[in-house]
């Protein structure tokens, strides 16, 4: 589940649920419901109200999975030039 669908699926049961509660509260469960490496890049990171939070949390989500397809590459590639046989080897 992505970071957007957890923070839709949050709120709809925070609706439903009918509780009010802090802005704090409804953040500090939020978070804990996250990847524990996107909670703490999140809390690193500047936010004042819960809006700012879920923008953040998608912002981080999505660097995250861009980082992971780059080094994915990186090291599919990496051993087929290290490894390939049209390359000399050197002795």
């Known amino acids: ?9 949050f709120e709809q049961l925070q609706i439903r649920s009918g509780l009010e509660k ?8 939020l978070l804990r419901g996250l990847d524990p490496n996107i909670v703490e890049k999140v809390e690193l990171q500047p936010y004042w109200s819960f ?3 879920c923008k953040l949390t998608i912002k981080v989500e999505k660097h995250s999975e ?3 397809s780059f080094f994915g590459i990186f ?3 990496v051993p087929f030039f290290f490894f390939c ?5 050197r002795e």
């Open 22 to 29: 802090e802005n704090e509260h409804i953040m500090t469960r």
């Open 75 to 77: 090291l599919y590639f």
């Open 66 to 68: 861009n980082k992971r």
């Open 51 to 53: 809006e700012d939070m």
């Open 85 to 89: 046989p049209f390359f000399p080897q």
């Open 1 to 9: 589940m992505s970071v957007e669908e957890y923070i839709c699926e």
